[in-house]
């Protein structure tokens, strides 16, 4: 057994039981102070570190009565975030004086910003944490915390993916606690995506449920596609890039035309997404957003999400070569006059779904924009 101080994102109650996977009213849980430290946010990071300084005074939780399993558990979960176990002594409510494990960072790690704030974290992030939590929990006994280091950015993004998936409008016809029964589920892969496998049973029309059928899903996050356009020269903006499924399935051209695209970054809107991608792959501002739908991408295979943009720009400035090198990004953009682009929506020269789509749209209301020129 074994008792720890938790100062930081484990003193959200859910994320210390799914850590530990039992209730809270299994946990022995005392309010407890460390001396001598301060929690800050970590600068550039949504969780927080503990950093020493005279008169500094850290609230927690003391965590008695842990197992090794337990103890595991929250190394693995820890180990992802470049902590090590320092034994140091508390001062509990009632006043007694006792010690215990704290997850303290390697030295000049994090950088601390301002003083952290539990209640301001989980109103911003506990859901998000939670969701990241459950996936790399889900890796224990399986793969090493190693391994899951360098996917938590891409494990963060799902979870925001997962979340926004949650918050969609709720079937007035399904309810899926009771119309979808999972036999068994796993997670056989984790790389920048994620691959999913359960055995499940869903209701049919007629009323009964079907039979046991086994899936899987690529699962990634969500996504922001925008298409650059200038109403005033009347062109919009698309990219070139190498794309390695293409290769794979045998496409003898697998550098393909696509809009400008990229994942909704954690507390990231899509707008801001779309903002963002068409400055770091096309160079360009994009000073009005059109919203061109959004929805899933593949249905069968994936759950990838996408939001749909039209953005009007300034393309008098000429094409350009993008992308961001710490991605592996090469890509090089293609100023196209609106009837040629067009004329290669209606030839079938363009292979890119959501580029199709967003080009469908600007076709609907292509006069529309250019109404106030």
């Known amino acids: 057994m074994s008792d720890l101080f938790f100062y930081g994102t484990l003193r959200y109650v859910p994320l210390l039981e799914l850590v530990l996977d039992r209730p809270a009213d299994h946990i022995n849980l005392t309010q407890a102070e460390l001396h001598g430290y301060g929690a800050y946010a970590v600068k550039d990071q949504i969780f927080p570190m503990v950093d020493k300084g005279e008169g500094r005074v850290t ?13 595991d558990r929250l190394i693995y979960y820890e180990g992802g975030f470049d902590y ?18 704290v997850f303290i960072p390697a030295p000049g790690l994090w950088e601390p910003s ?68 999972v036999r068994s589920h796993k997670r056989p892969y984790l790389g920048y995506f994620t691959m999913e496998e359960a055995t499940l049973q869903h209701r049919r029309f007629d009323g009964s449920m079907g039979p046991e059928l ?35 399935i045998g496409d003898p051209n697998p550098w393909l035309i696509e809009a400008v695209a990229g994942m909704v970054d954690p507390g990231e809107s899509p707008e801001d997404a779309a903002r963002r991608e068409t400055r770091e792959e096309a160079n360009v501002e994009v ?12 249905s069968g295979s994936s759950a990838e999400f996408l939001h749909l943009f039209v953005g009007i ?16 990004e090469d890509i090089r953009s293609h100023i196209i006059p609106y009837t040629e682009f067009m004329d290669r929506l209606d030839q079938g020269k363009l292979k890119n779904v959501p580029l199709i789509s967003i080009a469908n749209w600007l076709g609907r209301n292509h006069d529309r924009l250019r109404k106030d020129i």
Not at 155 to 169: K, P, S, T
Not at 287 to 298: H, I, Q, R, V, W
Not at 314 to 327: I, M, N, Q, R, V
């Open 287 to 298: 000073t009005e957003l059109f919203s061109a739908g959004d929805g899933y991408s593949s």
């Open 114 to 181: 301002t003083p952290w704030s539990l209640d301001d974290w989980a109103a911003d992030w506990g859901e998000l944490t939670v969701l990241a939590a459950e996936e790399v929990m889900s890796h224990y006994g399986s793969l090493p915390a190693s391994d899951i280091v360098p996917r938590f950015p891409a494990i963060r993004m799902r979870a925001q993916g997962r979340l926004a998936a949650r918050r969609r409008e709720v079937s007035k016809d399904w309810d899926i606690s009771k119309d979808v029964v």
């Open 313 to 328: 720009a300034d393309l008098s400035a000429p094409a350009s070569t993008g992308g961001l090198a710490t991605e592996g």
């Open 59 to 71: 609230h927690g939780l003391l965590v008695q009565g842990l197992t090794p399993e337990d103890i």
């Open 214 to 248: 086994s899936r899987s899903a690529l699962i990634n996050g969500h996504a922001s596609v925008i298409l650059p356009y200038d109403p005033v020269r009347d062109c919009v903006l698309v990219i070139e890039q190498f794309r390695a499924p293409a290769f794979f």
């Open 84 to 101: 090590d176990l320092h034994r140091l002594p508390l001062r509990t409510a009632s006043g007694e004086m006792v010690e215990a494990e």
